[in-house]
């Protein structure tokens, strides 16, 4: 399982392995609206500036889309990532 995932599974309810990127499926609290809930967390992921992921859609669902393929990546830049991820979780 990707590392990044594995920190942030408490807002991840699927991952989808795809060929050259990674996507993940967020769920809202509260069994709200969770298109609107990653669609919040990517923007405020993407201003924070810690990491940057974007957004797609998958199966008619709005997903993250994470890649981690440098070779200059570590442990700590997942870390990193993984917190902004959480702390910018609505």
């Known amino acids: ?6 920190h942030t599974a408490e807002i991840a309810s699927d991952y989808i ?6 996507h993940v499926g967020s769920r809202a609290p509260d069994g ?3 298109d609107a809930f ?3 967390v990517i923007r405020r992921v993407q201003d924070d500036g ?11 669902r709005q ?8 070779w ?14 959480l702390r910018c979780a609505p």
């Open 1 to 6: 399982m990707n590392p990044l995932l594995q």
């Open 17 to 22: 392995d795809g060929l050259a990127d990674r």
């Open 32 to 34: 709200g609206d969770a």
């Open 38 to 40: 990653t669609d919040e």
């Open 50 to 60: 810690t990491c940057w992921l974007g957004g797609s859609t998958w199966h008619g």
């Open 63 to 70: 997903v993250m889309r994470i890649s981690v393929s440098n």
């Open 72 to 85: 200059s990546t570590t442990e700590a830049d997942i870390d990193r990532s993984a917190d902004a991820i």
